[in-house]
């Protein structure tokens, strides 16, 4: 962990494989690998994540990092399955929720899917910025001008330097 916080990251990766090697139930150290590997994109995360989740199904963290990899490595039916997994062990996970919702808006120019998903992840954590945001967004690119600057504004509130925000309240107010 000190190579880790040193940023050390392929000394890291090698003590703690040496871990595993020593004990394949270290579920914390398999996690740890993952999300290195995650971080630079690398494929051997999968491999890391698997283990993890085969140590600890029913444990969150493991099934999110690779829902998380696959999202970022553009992969998005995957992080659909692997989203849906987690949302059936709880299905008020936020940050999988939001995630849905960013896919359905970012990836597949969906507003009118994916503003369900913001308002649930705003639902159940009223402080979550980004995801106020998101829905503010989806509302702007439905044509609701007054709602996506209710939504920006209520983000400005929680987060008064979101620049994404005033982004928005900028483009809203060219309309």
């Known amino acids: 962990m000190a190579l880790k916080e040193a940023g050390d990251t392929l000394n890291a990766i090698k003590a703690l494989q040496s871990?595993?090697?020593v004990d394949a139930n270290y579920y914390d150290a398999h996690l740890i690998i993952a999300n290195l590997f995650s971080v630079k994109r690398n494929k051997f995360a999968i491999e890391y994540y698997s283990n993890a989740i085969n140590l600890q199904p029913l444990n969150i963290d493991g099934l999110y990092?690779?829902?998380?990899?696959?999202?970022?490595t553009k992969q998005l039916d995957k992080a659909g399955e692997v989203y849906e997994q987690i949302l059936k062990i709880d299905s008020n996970h936020v940050f999988t929720i939001y995630n849905k919702g960013y896919i359905q808006l970012v990836e597949n120019n969906n507003p009118k899917n994916a503003i369900r998903f913001f308002i649930r992840a705003s639902q159940l954590d009223p402080d979550y910025s980004s995801a106020i945001y998101m829905r503010g967004?989806?509302?702007?690119?439905?044509g609701d001008k007054k709602l996506?600057?209710?939504?920006?504004?209520?983000?400005?509130?929680?987060e008064p330097s979101n620049s994404l925000a005033l982004?928005?309240?900028?483009?809203l107010s060219k309309k």
């Open 148 to 158: 996506a600057a209710t939504d920006y504004n209520a983000t400005l509130i929680i």
């Open 65 to 72: 990092g690779l829902g998380m990899f696959y999202q970022n």
């Open 137 to 142: 967004l989806c509302y702007e690119k439905l």
């Open 19 to 21: 871990c595993v090697e």
């Open 167 to 171: 982004e928005g309240l900028k483009r």
